[in-house]
């Protein structure tokens, strides 16, 4: 049975210092390094009502 993709790779180069502090911000946080920088990205957006999947206005109707 075929698994079902739940998301996108992608390469990232950050430089050493940055590196360095999403590491121990992870270590910290009892995350890893990938799943950190899922939170502050998501994070973001968040805090920028920037969300991957709004919720449908009240007033917003597909079949128009």
Do not use: C, Y
């Given at each position: 049975?075929?698994?079902?993709?739940?998301?996108?790779?992608?390469?990232?180069?950050?430089?050493?210092?940055?590196?360095?502090?999403?590491?121990?911000?992870?270590?910290?946080?009892?995350?890893?390094?990938?799943?950190?920088?899922?939170?502050?990205?998501?994070d973001?957006?968040?805090?920028?009502?920037?969300n991957?999947?709004?919720?449908?206005?009240?007033?917003h109707?597909?079949?128009?």
């Open positions: 049975m075929a698994k079902k993709e739940t998301g996108k790779s992608f390469l990232l180069r950050l430089d050493a210092t940055t590196m360095e502090k999403v590491e121990a911000w992870a270590a910290q946080e009892f995350r890893s390094v990938n799943g950190q920088i899922q939170w502050i990205i998501a973001s957006l968040r805090r920028h009502n920037r991957t999947h709004p919720k449908p206005s009240a007033d109707n597909e079949s128009e």
